[in-house]
């Protein structure tokens, strides 16, 4: 069974910089992309960053570029969301997610089939 978990959410002031880490277990981790996406109240899942499988290809949403590193150890199963220059409007639930459909857009939340449980980013002003 697949298994993702978040960890590294927090309360930061604005301006401010989290880590957030999502480790994997239960299937080759190598052989998947992997996303994170974010959900605030009242909003859908939105697209955040992905990462290929080898870490040599990484996409980005507009409202997070140029702040935002997605990477990933795969000795370690693991993928990272290194978040800089917070701001409020950053506050959400985030997400890890696999790429288990190869066919659909790295943006779209269905081309994601495994995910976690979330972990929560509050970002104050």
């Known amino acids: 069974q697949v298994q993702l978990v978040e960890s590294g959410g927090g309360l930061v002031q604005a301006g401010g910089s989290l880590r957030l880490s999502c480790a994997a277990s239960?299937?080759?981790?190598?052989?998947?992309?992997m996303g994170w996406f974010c959900q605030a109240p009242g909003k859908e899942r939105e697209f955040v960053a992905h990462?290929?499988?080898?870490?040599?290809?990484?996409s980005y949403s507009d409202s997070v570029k140029g702040r935002f590193t997605i990477s990933r150890d795969n000795a370690k199963n693991t993928v990272y969301l290194q978040m800089n220059s917070l701001k409020p409007e950053d506050t959400a639930v985030y997400y890890c997610a696999s790429k288990g459909r190869s066919y659909i857009p790295a943006n779209s939340p269905a081309a994601y089939d495994y995910w976690g449980q979330g972990t929560q980013v509050t970002v104050s002003s």
């Open positions: 990462i290929s499988t080898s870490g040599g290809s990484t």
């Open positions: 239960g299937r080759t981790f190598s052989n998947y992309g």
